[in-house]
């Protein structure tokens, strides 16, 4: 990474920080925060995955590219199985070194379900028509609609076949500013 790349990290993630009101660091604020991001490569990124929510038989957690590429080693660090994961970001995004080169195959040969979710709607482009915003929000609540849709059916899906409903969702980086509370 260039010292420009690098000084431009630190500064974003400085101006994140004082954005947020936190207390002392956990140990995943200092794998998160001092971690070296290289954004061709996500082999080089810490793990990142962090439980956010957890009920007997459910739970949640959140995580980076990094961590849907290494679900065994997430289990490690969580304690957690996961079981249904949730991609929030472009398919496109997900094709880089350290990833899957096929997540489809990969999530199916780690025996979980997979959920892709595109929030940009390639159609929808700003204009200076009036329609355009109930446009976007149209299509990000059918997006949002479907996304539940799918968890809910995910959510059968892992109580027929006797598992848990551990969901991970990531979206490509997921430099969480809000974990240090």
């Known amino acids: 990474m260039s010292d420009a790349e690098e000084t431009f990290i630190r500064t974003w993630q400085l101006e994140i920080a004082n954005k947020y009101e936190h207390g002392p660091w956990s140990h995943m604020d200092y794998v998160v925060w001092h971690g070296s991001y290289n954004f061709g490569d996500v082999s080089e990124w ?7 929510s957890s009920e007997p038989g459910e739970k949640c957690l959140l995580g980076s590219l990094r961590s849907a590429a290494d679900l065994l080693h997430v289990q490690f660090l969580t304690n957690v199985p996961v079981t249904v994961v949730v991609s929030i970001c472009w398919t496109t995004e997900m094709q880089v070194k350290g990833a899957p080169e096929d997540s489809n195959k990969h999530f199916l040969d780690c025996g979980v379900h997979h959920l892709q979710v595109e929030l940009d709607d390639h159609q929808v482009r700003y204009s200076q028509h009036p329609d355009w915003f109930l ?28 598992k848990d409903f551990n969901v991970l969702f990531h979206c490509f980086a997921a430099l969480q500013p809000f974990v240090h509370g």
Request: aromatic share 2%.
């Open 46 to 52: 810490p793990l990142d995955a962090v439980v956010v």
């Open 135 to 162: 446009e976007c929000t149209q299509n990000c609540a059918q997006t949002w609609k479907g996304m539940a849709d799918a968890l809910s059916s995910a959510r059968t899906a892992c109580r027929n076949e006797g």
